[in-house]
């Protein structure tokens, strides 16, 4: 029997999967219906674009096509971009060019995705002259394309400028300019954005609200979530769900993240990223590796994202034996990568296991600047300062890595456990001539615990006193460390004077403070101390360390 052109068409439009493909393009062929074009387009269509299509396969076909339409050339565009294969994409782009075919208001939105893929700004101001050359600047998707590209290109600028000139009722163009301002870390100007359209009377929709609670969640704006939180239907899906509780979680209500996060009928991987990472961010390591458990015992399977945040709450509560399960998963899976083997090595270093963290960091391909900085903290951390420094020349010797202002506090800190003044200094100058790094309160911690150690009070006084910022309850207790250890009474009256003056919570400037004028036998000095101590309830804070017991791990 003779398949007819209707009937070609209405098996491709039915069509499941490649096995009913091939058959219908066996009858195609039989039919003498392979050339087409219609027939032909809705054949590399599903091949290209259909979940249960075949790329591979629609390359082929088109091979075949002596003079292939606009519409087939866009469909193998939208394939390769909506496959994450932007490099193929640009590719058929300028084939499509080359052999005379003219580029329409379909396929420029796809090359725009690749180029936004690519994250390739000159190759998407190609694109967008050849929008305006062919007089589809005008179209409203090709130019929300525009901002979508520029701004995954980390041109605000250039968004904002196109968005001035499209029509403002559209929710897309919106939510596209909130996208970018949340992906390039401008959260304030993200929510500014979503307050004007709501003002502008448009409303929003699920992609916008999302993209509205993330930004409120990196602007720590609490009151401005509650605001987008309102304005959500109760019958919200579990992505908009998941967005508030982070949003909550990230502002520090991490008992309204936590109830919302109960209430919910449906959990995904993310809404659980969000209330471990929480946890994890507010220093709860206890609450966070049991929510962990509650997360395994639900038979979800933890992602990068699940595992950076478990290794930082192991880091904090000294979890070693978990930490390694989570090491031995990690090497199982092979999810492994730069940011997953830096927090592997601080777990290590804060657990101290500082050669198992060497282990890794000597086996990463590549080392960033976080696995150099975490490698020398680490070592810093457990008395190996002289190894430290060394590692930071070997680190100097990669001209792929600049240290940063964390990579500072790691080498002073060593610096300071070593007892190398002279050393510290150097680096800590060096900060600012050579690197362009302003000192922060925390090197400048460094420095006057570094001399302090040394017995150079008087340098750290002078240091203290020169500072361009205020000095905190940190710096003086550090010089007030100093005092004790080298029994130097008159700097410790006067740096004491300084440190009350912040009305300490703890016991343990008192007691220090105590024993100072303990070894000066000024025991009237020591009465009133410990009256205060009595007075305001305060006690000495006990040593303490964690210890895991008993916990196993199910992944």
Request: aromatic fraction near 8%; proline fraction near 3%.
């Amino acid at each position: 029997m003779r398949v007819g052109f209707g009937e070609i068409l209405l098996l491709l439009e039915r069509c499941k999967s490649m096995r009913e493909l091939k058959q219908i393009h066996g009858l195609m062929i039989t039919a003498t219906l392979i050339r087409d074009i219609i027939s032909l387009s809705r054949l590399v269509d599903f091949c290209a674009n259909s979940d249960s299509g075949d790329p591979d396969y629609a390359a082929l076909v088109f091979l075949q096509i002596d003079r292939p339409s606009v519409y087939i050339w866009n469909s193998l565009i939208k394939g390769s971009s909506n496959r994450n294969n932007p490099d193929e994409a640009l590719s058929m782009y300028r084939k499509m060019q080359r052999r005379g075919y003219s580029p329409d208001h379909f396929t420029f939105p796809f090359v725009l995705k690749a180029c936004a893929l690519n994250r390739d700004r000159n190759y998407g101001m190609c694109v967008h002259d050849r929008i305006v050359k062919t007089g589809f600047e005008s179209d409203l998707y090709a130019s929300i394309s525009l901002i979508h590209m520029y701004a995954s290109c980390t041109d605000m600028e250039a968004s904002e400028q196109l968005f001035e000139k499209i029509p403002k009722w559209n929710v897309v163009s919106w939510t596209t300019l909130i996208s970018g301002y949340v992906n390039n870390n401008q959260a304030g100007k993200a929510v500014r954005v979503f307050k004007e359209m709501e003002l502008q009377g448009v409303q929003p929709n699920e992609i916008t609200m999302v993209n509205a609670l993330v930004a409120c969640a990196q602007a720590r704006d609490l009151e401005t979530g509650r605001w987008v939180h309102q304005r959500v239907r109760e019958n919200s899906n579990v992505i908009l769900s998941a967005a508030i509780v982070d949003m909550y979680a990230k502002c520090g209500s991490l008992k309204v993240a936590r109830d919302l996060f109960d209430k919910m009928p449906q959990r995904n991987v993310v809404v659980w990223n969000a209330m471990i990472g929480a946890y994890t961010q507010y220093e709860r390591s206890k609450e966070a590796l049991s929510l962990f458990a509650d997360m395994q015992n639900a038979g979800l399977t933890p992602d990068e994202t699940t595992l950076l945040s478990v290794l930082g709450a192991c880091a904090h509560h000294g979890a070693l034996s978990l930490g390694q399960g989570i090491h031995a998963y990690i090497e199982k899976t092979h999810i492994g990568n730069v940011i997953i083997g830096t927090s592997l090595m601080n777990m290590y270093a804060k657990t101290g296991e500082t050669q198992s963290g060497i282990q890794i960091f000597n086996g990463l391909e590549k080392k960033d600047v976080t696995a150099w900085t975490s490698m020398i903290i680490g070592m810093a951390m457990h008395g190996r300062g002289r190894e430290a420094l060394t590692l930071f020349k070997v680190m100097l010797r990669d001209k792929d890595v600049t240290p940063d202002h964390v990579t500072f506090i790691g080498v002073l800190c060593a610096c300071s456990h070593a007892g190398l003044v002279k050393e510290g200094e150097e680096h800590f100058n060096s900060m600012r001539k050579v690197y362009g790094i302003t000192p922060t309160g925390q090197h400048y911690g460094c420095m006057v615990d570094l001399l302090s150690r040394a017995g150079h009070l008087t340098e750290a006084e002078r240091l203290v006193k020169s500072m361009p910022i205020e000095p905190n309850i940190a710096i003086w207790g550090a010089l007030l460390n100093g005092c004790e250890v080298h029994n130097d009474f008159n700097l410790a009256d006067r740096v004491g004077n300084h440190i009350l003056q912040f009305k300490p919570q703890g016991g343990g400037v008192y007691v220090l403070l105590s024993n100072i004028y303990a070894k000066a036998g000024r025991w009237q000095e020591v009465m009133m101390a410990r009256e205060v101590m009595r007075l305001k309830g305060l006690g000495k804070t006990h040593g303490c360390s964690y210890i895991e017991a008993k916990r196993t791990l199910t992944i």
